[in-house]
Nanobody, 123 residues
Framework: QAHVVESGGGSVQAGGSLRLSCSTS???????MGWCRQAPGKEREGVAY????????YYAEAVKGRFTISQDGAKKSVYLQMNSLTNEDTAMYYC?????????????????WGQGTQVTVSS
């Protein structure tokens, strides 16, 4: 059975940085992985996605130029470097794995989810 576990969330001041990590187990091959988030009172949304086959990356418009997704295929892990954080980035961040097709930014396109890690940005 596959497991997805996030770490690295926390509280930071606006303009600061955080790095989220996600480790997985139970996959024979390294799956395509990504990050979704859910802010208070809002729906879940895709943040970033990295393809397992060629490492192409995709980002939501709101985070382009500030967030960077990367992977360690050997470890079946993925990371999210978040810079220049703003209050709008406050959310529960979820690591997701196994892309089922459709729009990558749609939460329903992902099969496996971690428990989430909270990111709080204060001004």
């Amino acid at each position: 059975q596959a497991h997805v576990v996030e770490s690295g969330g926390g509280s930071v001041q606006a303009g600061g940085s955080l790095r989220l990590s996600c480790s997985t187990s139970g996959y024979t091959l390294s799956p395509s992985m990504g990050w979704c988030r859910q802010a208070p009172g809002k729906e879940r949304e895709g943040v970033a996605y990295i393809r397992a086959d060629n490492s192409t990356t995709y980002y939501a418009e709101a985070v382009k130029g500030r967030f960077t997704i990367s992977q360690d295929g050997a470890k079946k892990s993925v990371y999210l470097q978040m810079n220049s954080l703003t209050n709008e980035d406050t959310a529960m961040y979820y690591c997701v794995a196994v892309f089922r097709g459709g729009a990558w930014s749609s939460p329903t396109s992902w099969r496996d989810w971690g428990q989430g890690t909270q990111v709080t940005v204060s001004s």
